[in-house]
Structures are given as C-alpha cells and as structure tokens.
C-alpha cells in the first residue's frame, strides 16, 4: 500500500530460526533509523510482529517525516484481478484506516498511554496516515477499485479500549472521509470491528457505511443479532456472527444449532450475511474444522 520515494532509504534481512521466518527491517529518515522486526512459521497462515517500527515518542515524528508514497492498483492489475475472479466473487480491497496504520506500527500497549501521555504526536501522526491512505484511495478508486472496499482498524479504539469521546475524534472523524470517497465513486463500504459494538453502533450508522462484519454475539460482543436486527432495519447489512472459536473446537451438530440460531435471530428484519467471525489460520487445517466448514456452509444453505 505504501512505499518509499527512495527505495534505499529501506533495507531488509531474513533468517530462519528453527521453524520460524525472521525478517528485519530497517528504514533511514531524516531523523534517524527506525526498525521493526516479525516473524511466520509454516504453520500458520498470519505474520507476528516482534519489534515495532515506533518505539520512542521521538519515533512518530519520523514516521511521518519519512517520504512515503501510496502504491494504489493499477487499472491493469484491477481488471486481471476480476477477471481471473470471474462470477465466482466479488472483489473486495483491504484497507486499513489511520488509526489501523498508528496502531499496528506501535505496542498496543504504548498506543494506550500515548493517548492520554503524548496526544499531540499521536494526532499528528494519524493526520499522515489519513492523508497517504486518502490518496490511495483516490487513485484506487479512479482505477476501478470496488464494489467493496473493507475498512478495518476501528476495533482499536472501541470501547471499553477507549472512551467513546476517543473513538470519535481518532476513527470516526477520519473514518468518515474514507467513506465519503468510497461512495462518491459509487461503491460500497464494508466497515469491520471485533468485540463490542454498542457503544459504537450510532457513530457506524452515522457514517452511513454499507456493511458491517463481524458482529460478533456475547460474550466476544455485547449485542445479540435479534437486538441489532431491530436496531439498524434496512440501514446496514449486517454480517456475522458465528466465533471461528467454535468451528474449531465444536461438533458439526453443535455448527448447525448455531447456524439456525443466527438466522433465527435475524429472522429476516434487516439484511444478513452469514459469516465466521475470522478465518482459520492453522496450516494445514485440521480436519475437525474443515467438517464444520463445510457444515456450515451445508447448513447456511439449507437453512437460508
């Protein structure tokens, strides 16, 4: 999504360390080196950051210092894209929001008390991110870019991470924008946040995006799909909401009451999606969830 105007200013290293790919990263600014550090086994399908870029309050001045450049698709690779996806999908793009690009290039933790320890750095720095990300977008979307597009980052902020008055000057005041640009070039906004959503609910409904995932059911959330059901009507289209926890260590039978429970919740007042929580990350995938994979979709499709 971004890359340096001076590729020279980056530099990267890999190793192998027992099962694990350890790649270093190191990037020369203006103001000095930053580095970051993540790690993958072969036995799961994610990345594991070690070492962050920022770990220094002096460190986000750089990060935004440094001569970032949006690298948005091109027409070509758009068009290759859906036509290789043909009319098994709908192509859908990944975009983090500012707050995600803050977030993930710092400890969580020291995101949390920069918040109330040093805001001013931290506002600046999700300025930047706001504006290379509304640049990519734009060229994204003048590309082609779309039907959907899927936020993510909002789950940050959300509480009880962080009060709702945080949440609407950090996400939903940057978030906004994206969703503007999103729906001038007439595409649609799939918004995703883990967790609780309650509290959150009215700021996502303002924002007026099209979608939101994964809605996930208590104890993981704090709203049920009957309740929301009767909350956003034909406002949003709601997707979820079983726990990926439970395809992985349920029974097909227990897979199908859950299915049928989701859908009787709904129970057809607002418009659903049925959908995992997240996707499996276990390589190669055991069979006991691959059964319940499939029990879904078996039961989702009856049932539907």
């Avoid at 080196?33 to 750089?62: N, R």
């Avoid at 999908?89 to 020291?110: I, K, R, S």
């Avoid at 859908?263 to 691959?290: F, M, N, W, Y």
Wanted: hydrophobic residues 40%; charged residues 25%.
């Amino acid at each position: 999504m971004l890359s340096l105007a001076d590729p020279e200013l980056a530099s990267e290293s890999v190793r192998r360390e027992g099962e694990a790919t350890i790649r270093e990263i190191t990037v020369r600014g203006p103001r000095g080196t930053l580095t970051s550090t993540c790690q993958e086994t072969g036995a799961t399908h994610t990345v594991w950051v070690t070492e962050h870029l920022i770990k220094a309050d002096e460190d986000i001045q750089s990060f935004i210092d440094l001569p970032f450049e949006p690298k948005a698709p091109t027409a070509e690779e758009i068009r290759a894209h859906r036509e290789a996806l043909g009319d098994r999908g709908v192509q859908e793009f990944q975009v983090p929001t500012a707050l995600c690009l803050a977030c993930e290039n710092m400890n969580y933790e020291d995101f949390m008390l920069r918040t109330l320890t040093a805001p001013k750095e931290l506002f600046a720095m999700l300025e930047r991110c706001q504006e290379l990300l509304e640049q990519w977008l734009e060229a994204a979307l003048a590309n082609g870019a779309g039907p959907c597009l899927r936020l993510f980052g909002a789950e940050y902020a959300a509480p009880p991470m962080l009060p709702p008055e945080f949440f609407e000057q950090a996400v939903v005041a940057f978030d906004r924008r994206l969703v503007e640009l999103i729906h001038e070039h007439g595409a649609y906004v799939r918004y995703h946040c883990h967790g609780p959503i309650r509290r959150i609910l009215d700021y996502v409904l303002e924002m007026g995006v099209d979608l939101l995932d994964p809605c996930e059911p208590p104890p993981n959330g704090d709203i049920t799909l009957d309740e929301l059901a009767g909350i956003v009507g034909d406002d949003l289209i709601v997707m979820g909401n079983l726990q990926l926890h439970d395809l992985e260590t349920g029974t097909p039978e227990e897979v199908d009451r859950l299915v049928a429970k989701a859908l009787d919740e709904v129970g057809g007042r607002c418009r659903h999606v049925l959908l995992p929580s997240a996707s499996p990350i276990e390589v190669p995938l055991r069979k006991q969830t691959s059964d319940n994979l499939k029990q879904f979709l078996e039961s989702a499709w009856e049932r539907g």
